[in-house]
């Protein structure tokens, strides 16, 4: 049995006290791979942003709001745990300044000045040591030569490519593909579907063959 941490839905970061940047990701694809890895007998927690959909009751969770959360949370977690797939959508940008109060429409333009958050993938996987570490990476073009970039740059020990379709919809398409540019699979459907064929590959890739 692996311990298995995963990160799943969107993240906010609010501009003013009512508003936010955030994304559509509905966690629904974090839900069903704690729901295949607990089939298999593992130990799931699951770090998750703002969500309208349950995960797993044998599942621990933590509920975060922001990308900063979601990394302290997951990093102070990562240390009890196997190995983490990462497949929430945080933000990836914050505003330099939270106002304090409600921005008032004035019928100017609204300039907002933002700066890149952490990569919670990167930051752990970086930190991995000897535990795994799996990646989503989610692009409009060039999706595998992109997920492979990513792969590398965030230390994964494989990578599920899919696209934008696959934001708060029932079903997902992927490619998983290891450091060595190889598919070794490629699954479409139900996302409880495609959560069940990952657990396999990495079953059978990280689990077992460590």
């Not at 990562?78 to 990836?92: K, M, Q, R, S, T």
């Not at 004035?106 to 799996?134: H, I």
């Not at 919809?169 to 490619?175: G, T």
């Amino acid at each position: 049995m692996a311990k298995i941490l995963i990160t799943s839905g969107p993240t906010r970061q609010f501009l003013d006290p009512v508003r936010y940047l955030t994304n559509a990701s509905s966690g629904r694809m974090g839900a069903a791979l704690a729901e295949a890895a607990l089939a298999l007998g593992h130990e799931v927690a699951v770090v998750s942003g703002p969500v309208e959909i349950s995960y797993p009751a044998k599942a621990t969770v933590y509920p975060i709001v922001s990308t900063e959360e979601m990394l302290a949370c997951s990093r102070e977690i990562f240390e009890d745990y196997d190995g983490l797939i990462g497949a929430a959508a945080p933000c990836d940008y914050r505003p330099v300044r939270v106002e304090p109060s409600k921005i008032a429409k004035t019928g100017e333009p609204l300039l907002l000045q933002l700066v890149e958050t952490d990569d919670v993938v990167a930051t752990l996987g970086a930190e991995k040591g000897g535990r795994w570490v799996v990646g989503f990476a989610l692009e409009t073009e060039d999706h595998r030569l992109r997920a492979l970039a990513k792969l590398e740059r965030k230390c994964c020990d494989l990578m599920i490519s899919n696209g934008v379709e696959a934001m708060h919809s029932l079903d997902n398409q992927v490619e998983i593909l290891n450091p060595a540019g190889t598919i070794l699979k490629q699954v479409q459907g139900p996302k409880s579907v495609v959560a069940k064929e990952i657990l396999a590959v990495i079953q059978q890739r990280l689990i077992d063959y460590r």
